[in-house]
């Protein structure tokens, strides 16, 4: 069975850095691309990024693109998505998720599955 | 940037069609995806490629894209189908997603 397992919920002070994880099995991690999306409170999902664990290679969306950093360990099949300076404006659920893609004609790409999420708080 | 639009709320009569809407420009010449996300869960796909199911979706979730629409179409609509539904497409390597649809079922 194909899965995604995050780590658990955080409650941090603004300012603090953070690193959350998104771990795969019962597929070839390497050959995935892995994103990630936020959902605010009460709010719908964003696009945040995604990485390829086989060589680290990682596209953000311009909306975060230097507001957090993506990366992975593919020695533990482990993707990353971290913040070097918490907001409260981050507190918000955090969902890892495997892109599948075909190309060519095709040219489309869908998350599936879908982690449980991380639930992260920012509050001083 | 792509855009995706969609209806805030859809409502259907239990054991009725619900037809939840996503527009975009052309967007019949993208692949459309689907997903559903019940209160308090993750995200869960319902259809790709515009009208494709994942094993375990049941044949009552169905899709259609053309020309500037594409829809998901529930049929004979039960209370479990309550949720948010989101639309997504892939643009010039990006992930765009729709805003979202809540529907309720009466």
């Known amino acids: 069975e194909v899965q995604l397992v995050q780590s658990g919920a955080e409650v941090k002070k603004p300012g603090e850095s953070l690193k959350i994880s998104c771990k795969g099995s019962?597929?070839?991690?390497?050959?995935?691309?892995i994103g990630w999306v936020r959902q605010m409170p009460g709010k719908g999902l964003e696009w945040m990024g995604i990485?390829?664990?086989?060589?680290?290679?990682?596209r953000y969306s311009p909306s975060f693109q230097g507001q957090v950093t993506i990366s992975a360990d593919k020695s533990i099949s482990t993707a990353y998505l971290q913040w070097s300076s918490l907001k409260a404006s981050d507190t918000a659920m955090y969902y890892c998720?495997?892109?599948?893609?075909?190309?060519?004609?095709?040219?489309?790409?869908?998350?599936?599955?879908w982690g449980q999420g991380t639930l992260v708080t920012v509050s001083s | 940037s792509y855009e995706l639009t969609q209806p805030l709320s859809v409502s259907v009569a239990l054991g009725q069609t619900a037809r939840i809407t996503c527009g975009g420009n052309?967007?019949?010449?993208?692949?459309v995806h689907w997903y559903q996300q019940k209160p308090g869960q993750a995200p869960v796909l319902v259809i790709y490629?515009?009208?494709n199911r994942p094993s375990g979706i049941p044949e009552r979730f169905s899709g259609s894209n053309s020309g500037n629409t594409a829809t998901l179409t529930i049929s004979r609509a039960q209370a479990g189908d309550e949720a948010d539904y989101y639309c997504?497409?892939?643009?010039?390597?990006?992930?765009?997603f729709g805003g979202g649809t809540k529907l309720t079922v009466l």
């Open positions: 019962g597929y070839s991690f390497t050959s995935y691309w």
């Open positions: 997504q497409v892939w643009d010039s390597s990006n992930v765009v």
């Open positions: 490629r515009d009208s």
């Open positions: 990485i390829y664990p086989g060589d680290s290679d990682t």
């Open positions: 052309n967007i019949g010449s993208k692949n």
């Open positions: 998720a495997r892109l599948s893609y075909c190309g060519g004609d095709c040219y489309s790409a869908w998350f599936d599955p």
